[in-house]
């Protein structure tokens, strides 16, 4: 066992909007690290391929259905920027557009590299769902999928950069 003090593994979620599902990601995924005790091994971020809401908090409906969950969502949208490119270690796009936009972002092949699909990491429902689905002009159910979705893959997530011998940084 390592006790030496590591610096953080970084996770950064993305869609476009930085208001619904990125956001969401980002609580669900710091409630389970924080629930683990691993608090000070990961630094979790969220941002959007977009600056449409720049600066704005998660839409409301995304807030009131987390919040039902237990997650309070407090983080301001913010746009992908080429430093997080170097910053953060695993760069997790919700859909393929969102990937599409991030592969074009990357300077280096490497940085490519840190880029990851959170339908992936989802094992409910596998069959109908390999992308986070945009909530944006849905109605509750939208929401409610969205957070089922990625409370499963946040999960799986987790568990495979615990346990992965390939992660960029090891935790
Ligand atoms: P998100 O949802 O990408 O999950 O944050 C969206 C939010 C806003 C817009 C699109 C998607 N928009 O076009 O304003």
Redesign the pocket.
Known sequence: MNHHKQSPFKVLFV?????????AAQGVMQQLVDEKGLTDRFFIDSA?T?G??NGDLP?RRMRVHARQRGYELTHRSRRVEGSDFEQFHMIVA?DNANAADLRRMAATPQEASKIVMMGDYIRLMRNHYDYVP???YEGSEGFELVLDLLEDACDNLLTHILSSEDTPHRV
Do not use: A, F
């Open positions: 869609c476009l909007g930085n208001i619904c599902r990125s956001p959007g977009s449409y809401h839409d919700m945009d909530p944006y």
